[in-house]
């Protein structure tokens, strides 16, 4: 089963223009994290978010987490053509779990 | 600093066979988790090996299993392949504890006919 659900499930931009992505859970969580796929390649670790955290930035990555609402963002700024792939939001590892429990994913295209 | 390494590429098999897929874990890792990808999806957890054990497994048939080596490194076997089993099959390594941050190789794209 999938605990993490993105939304959209698609989005398309213009480069400069900023992209914002949602992703909700449906358990208690210890850390949620954000991964990068290009082309059905690997996964590239972006961010990692602890649950006591409410906002983290990395460059041009912005992330929140509101565990009231079990959900989070990650907002990408100035997009570059480059940034196209999808975009994946996972809970976990924590305490005696040890996996990564992924969502369907977000595909962003970022046209030139 | 070697990333994670997964080997072969690609695979092709016929239904019923059995396929072997191999990951050596990013320098100074010595945990390794495996995850199947089918197409539009999401990765999805099988198992962890940690200090040469099976420590988690997800939802999937005794057909998978897997090991790993004394020099961290793993193999994921499927026996009895389905057309169902058809996906990427991604290795991802950790530090002690496979806790936080999961280094992923490229993945083993296989195709079950």
């Known amino acids: 089963s999938q605990q993490g659900e993105e939304d959209p499930q698609a989005l398309s931009i213009q480069e400069g223009e900023n992209a914002t992505m949602n992703c909700s859970y449906k358990?208690?969580?210890?850390?949620l994290q954000w991964y990068r796929q290009n082309s059905g390649r690997g996964l590239v670790h972006l961010i990692l978010?602890?649950?006591?955290?409410r906002e983290k930035h990395s460059g041009r990555l912005r992330v929140t987490l509101d565990t009231s609402k079990k959900s989070s963002s990650l907002l990408i700024t100035a997009s570059r053509a480059a940034d196209t792939a999808s975009y994946f939001c996972?809970?976990?590892?924590?305490?005696?779990?040890?996996?990564?429990?992924f969502g369907k994913g977000t595909l962003l295209t970022v046209n030139p | 600093d070697a990333g994670v390494t997964q080997s072969p590429t690609h695979l092709i098999k016929t239904r019923g066979q059995q396929v072997t897929l191999r990951c050596s874990p990013k320098?100074?890792?010595?945990?390794v988790s495996w995850y199947q990808q089918a197409l539009g999806q999401g990765p999805q957890f099988i198992f962890q090996?940690?200090?040469?054990?099976?420590?988690q497994r997800g939802n999937f048939p005794d057909r998978f299993s897997g090991h790993q080596f004394p020099n961290y490194s793993s193999e994921l076997n499927v026996n009895a392949l389905l057309l169902g089993d058809s996906a990427l099959y991604l290795c991802?390594?950790?530090?002690?504890?496979?806790?936080?941050?999961?280094?992923f190789g490229p993945g083993t794209r296989l195709t079950v006919t």
């Open positions: 090996y940690y200090e040469e054990e099976e420590r």
């Open positions: 978010i602890r649950s006591n955290e």
């Open positions: 991802a390594s950790s530090t002690t504890g496979g806790a936080y941050e999961q280094y």
């Open positions: 358990t208690s969580i210890n850390n």
């Open positions: 996972a809970t976990g590892p924590g305490g005696s779990n040890y996996k990564l429990t």
């Open positions: 320098s100074g890792h010595d945990t």
